[in-house]
Structure formats: structure tokens, C-alpha cells
């Protein structure tokens, strides 16, 4: 089964040959884990498609990266799987605390562990 990471959100980048004496501009398109492959979308509209070896360990490394973001999990997902995180995660019930006033909030990632504290006035 091959994996492929591919991303139209991706801004241009400089990318760098496997031996550090060329490089080009380009729009990160896609990733074939399996075929080893790159697709980059040049400045000429060219879509171009190679091993992923003829880049730089920078390059590489930036798209194990951007695959492992794209592969994450939702927020959304992960929450609506915890007890405590399915009802936190419903619209209207988090606020924070903004300048002077309280404004909505919403995860941006999930919480590795929650605090809980109760408190009794007698």
C-alpha cells in the first residue's frame, strides 16, 4: 500500500540536491513513501517527480515532518475518544481569559493529561 502525503497548502521552498551544489525553487506537492518519490510544482508550473535520495538529509527531514503533521490525528478525533476530553471539546464550554474579558477557546491540539479541581464552600 503506498503512502502518500500530499498538501496544496504548502508554500514554495529552496530545495537542495543530495550534494549540496544545486538548488531550486518549488512547491512541496507530494510524497510516495513506498517509491521513494518527491513531486515538486516549480515555478513554470511543471510538476516534477523524483527519488526522494537525490535531495539533502535537510530536505528529507523536512518531509518526514510535514508527513508526520499531516498523519497526526485530529484534535477533534482524539478528544471525542476521552472521557473527559468529549465534553470539553463540544462548542461554548472552554473559555479563556483574554485581556479583561473571557473569550471562546477550542483545543488547537490535544492535552496530554488534565488537572481536575474541586472545591467545597461549607
Known amino acids: 500500500m503506498a503512502a ?19 538548488t531550486f525553487e518549488g512547491d512541496f506537492k ?3 513513501a ?3 518519490k518527491v513531486s515538486v510544482l516549480m515555478g513554470n508550473g511543471r510538476l516534477v517527480t523524483f527519488d526522494v535520495a537525490k535531495l539533502s538529509a535537510d530536505d528529507k527531514t ?5 508527513q508526520a503533521r499531516e ?5 477533534e ?15 461554548g464550554v472552554l473559555q479563556k481569559l ?16 488534565y488537572i481536575l479541581y474541586f472545591s467545597a464552600s461549607w
Open 98 to 113: 483574554d485581556g479583561k474579558r473571557f473569550a471562546k477557546f477550542s483545543f488547537e491540539q490535544a492535552p496530554e493529561y
Open 77 to 91: 478525533d482524539v478528544l471525542a475518544a476521552q472521557k473527559i476530553g468529549s465534553k470539553l471539546a463540544k462548542p
Open 4 to 22: 502518500t502525503l500530499g498538501s496544496g497548502l504548502v508554500a514554495g521552498r529552496t530545495w537542495t540536491s543530495s550534494d549540496g551544489t544545486k
Open 62 to 66: 523536512w518531509i518526514e515532518e510535514t
Open 34 to 36: 513506498d517509491a521513494g
Open 30 to 32: 507530494s510524497f510516495d
Open 71 to 75: 498523519n497526526a490525528p485530529k484534535v
